[in-house]
């Protein structure tokens, strides 16, 4: 891919996608620290759930429209390997935006309320069908930067932006089998480091490739 490949609306929301989507990464990694150091209640207490899903309830808007601004901006040569990222996004965004929106809009609230009973089988936790909902919305979305990364065939900042896509896309196994093996978890949270520095580069290669196009 070249920076005047990919000027124009595609460019300025490729940049405003990777930011949100570093930004709703970063918040919801915020929010995880706020809970690990007991600054948020127990780990179900709905301050923590609220906390923690908000910003992943926003994630997928903003990584589905980074997935199709690559693609917008992908060679001839690579923009199979874009379109089977935007649909492997699309999957991600379906599984998880149903997670997190059940959760915020009827489980937080009937458990507030007294009635987790009624709720039991949404209820969000290790190992639940919610959770297992969840971290194979997660694999598809490493799946989708996996194969997003061919389209950055350049040096310098490209490489490591391939590079970044590539390791995050490789979790996609270890995300979905933790559940069955659930000291896999640690591996997984490579995760925590590896999304927020491609989407952080993305931001960064399509702030450039404006200023290039300028």
């Given at each position: 891919?070249?920076?005047?490949?990919?000027?124009?609306?595609?460019?300025?929301?490729?940049?405003?996608?990777a930011?949100?989507?570093?930004?709703?990464?970063?918040m919801?990694?915020l929010?995880?620290?706020?809970?690990?150091?007991?600054?948020?209640?127990?780990?179900?207490?709905?301050?923590?759930?609220?906390?923690?899903?908000?910003?992943?309830?926003?994630l997928?808007?903003?990584?589905?429209?980074?997935?199709?601004?690559?693609?917008?901006?992908?060679?001839?040569?690579?923009?199979?390997?874009?379109?089977?990222?935007l649909?492997f996004?699309?999957?991600?965004?379906?599984?998880?935006?149903f997670?997190?929106?059940?959760?915020?809009?009827?489980?937080?609230?009937?458990t507030?309320?007294?009635?987790?009973?009624?709720?039991?089988l949404?209820?969000?936790?290790?190992?639940t069908?919610?959770?297992?909902?969840?971290?194979?919305?997660?694999?598809f979305?490493?799946?989708a930067?996996?194969?997003?990364?061919?389209?950055?065939?350049?040096?310098?900042?490209?490489?490591?932006?391939?590079?970044?896509?590539i390791?995050?896309g490789?979790?996609?196994?270890?995300?979905?089998?933790?559940?069955?093996?659930?000291?896999?978890?640690?591996?997984?949270?490579?995760?925590?480091?590896s999304?927020?520095a491609?989407?952080?580069?993305?931001?960064?290669?399509?702030?450039?490739?404006?200023?290039?196009?300028?």
């Amino acid at each position: 891919m070249t920076r005047n490949s990919c000027g124009g609306a595609a460019g300025r929301l490729g940049f405003w996608s990777a930011f949100f989507s570093a930004t709703f990464g970063i918040m919801y990694l915020l929010g995880e620290a706020a809970h690990l150091l007991g600054l948020l209640g127990p780990h179900d207490s709905p301050a923590s759930l609220v906390v923690r899903m908000a910003p992943s309830l926003l994630l997928p808007v903003a990584f589905v429209i980074l997935m199709a601004t690559i693609n917008a901006c992908a060679s001839k040569r690579s923009r199979v390997w874009a379109q089977i990222a935007l649909a492997f996004a699309v999957i991600y965004a379906v599984l998880v935006s149903f997670v997190y929106f059940v959760e915020l809009t009827v489980v937080i609230p009937q458990t507030v309320r007294g009635e987790a009973d009624e709720v039991a089988l949404l209820v969000f936790g290790f190992g639940t069908f919610m959770f297992a909902v969840d971290i194979l919305g997660y694999a598809f979305m490493s799946l989708a930067t996996l194969f997003a990364a061919p389209v950055f065939e350049g040096r310098g900042l490209e490489l490591w932006i391939r590079w970044a896509l590539i390791v995050n896309g490789f979790l996609a196994p270890v995300i979905a089998l933790q559940i069955i093996f659930p000291p896999l978890w640690k591996v997984a949270a490579l995760w925590a480091v590896s999304f927020p520095a491609a989407t952080v580069m993305l931001a960064v290669w399509f702030s450039r490739t404006q200023r290039t196009v300028a």
